[in-house]
Each structure stands twice: as C-alpha cells, then as structure tokens.
C-alpha cells in the first residue's frame, strides 16, 4: 500500500519525536511502503557486515537508520519551526507546496 506524503527526498526536517527529537537535516530517502524516512545524520545504526567485493575490509560500519515519517516536520528556515506544508495552486494551474506558518516561502525550488 503507498500512502502519499507531504515530505521529499532532500526536504529540510526537524525531528519532533523520539531520541533524537530537536535535531534537524536533509531527508536521504523515503520509504512509502513502510511510512519512513531516512535523515541525513540522525538516527545512526551499527550494521556488522562481512567482508564483500563491495566492501573488503568487513566490520562494524554506521550508517543513518529509518524512522517513522510521523516524527518528522518540514522545518521552515525563515521562522526557525517546523511547520506543516499545505498545497497552493497558483492562476495558471501549477500547484507548489508551502509553509502554513510562512505560505510565502515555498518547499519546491522550481
């Protein structure tokens, strides 16, 4: 089941739930499936891999673990909080997310 969400990949994020809760970064990627969302230098997990044509040496390697889509907000750098995102379609039909504390500042660089 793919559920749509208001977040993208290389959207900044706050984190408003759990062990990491106040800190933010980038999303890396999203998991729609699952409803989670891997963010750039949080949530890190120690994997013990075996030794590969990919990775020779082996060992204990960190690397940023999923956390649920639920615990995390869009952070609105102009008003420095995270904020929820709402949809507005301009006169000529193109739609943009934005910011619902700050609607002038849009989510899609484009």
Same mark, same amino acid.
């Given at each position: 089941? $793919? %559920?749509?969400? !208001?977040?993208?990949?290389?959207?900044?994020? +706050? @984190? @408003?739930?759990?062990?990491? !809760?106040?800190?933010?970064?980038? #999303?890396?990627? @999203?998991? !729609?499936?699952?409803?989670?969302?891997?963010?750039?230098?949080? /949530? &890190? %997990?120690? =994997?013990?891999?075996?030794? /590969?044509?990919?990775? =020779?040496?082996?060992?204990?390697?960190?690397?940023?673990?999923? +956390?649920? &889509?639920?615990? %995390? +907000?869009?952070?609105?750098? $102009? #008003?420095?909080?995270?904020? !929820? #995102?709402?949809?507005?379609?301009?006169?000529?039909? =193109?739609?943009?997310? %934005?910011?619902?504390? $700050?609607? /002038?500042?849009?989510?899609?660089?484009?």
């Amino acid at each position: 089941m $793919s %559920v749509k969400f !208001r977040v993208k990949k290389g959207d900044l994020v +706050m @984190v @408003v739930a759990g062990k990491e !809760r106040g800190k933010s970064g980038k #999303i890396l990627r @999203v998991d !729609r499936r699952a409803g989670k969302v891997s963010v750039e230098k949080l /949530n &890190i %997990v120690k =994997r013990h891999t075996k030794p /590969n044509a990919k990775n =020779r040496q082996g060992g204990i390697l960190e690397r940023e673990g999923l +956390m649920d &889509i639920s615990n %995390v +907000m869009p952070f609105c750098e $102009s #008003i420095q909080k995270p904020s !929820r #995102i709402r949809t507005k379609v301009f006169e000529d039909g =193109r739609k943009s997310r %934005v910011y619902q504390k $700050s609607p /002038n500042e849009s989510l899609d660089k484009a």
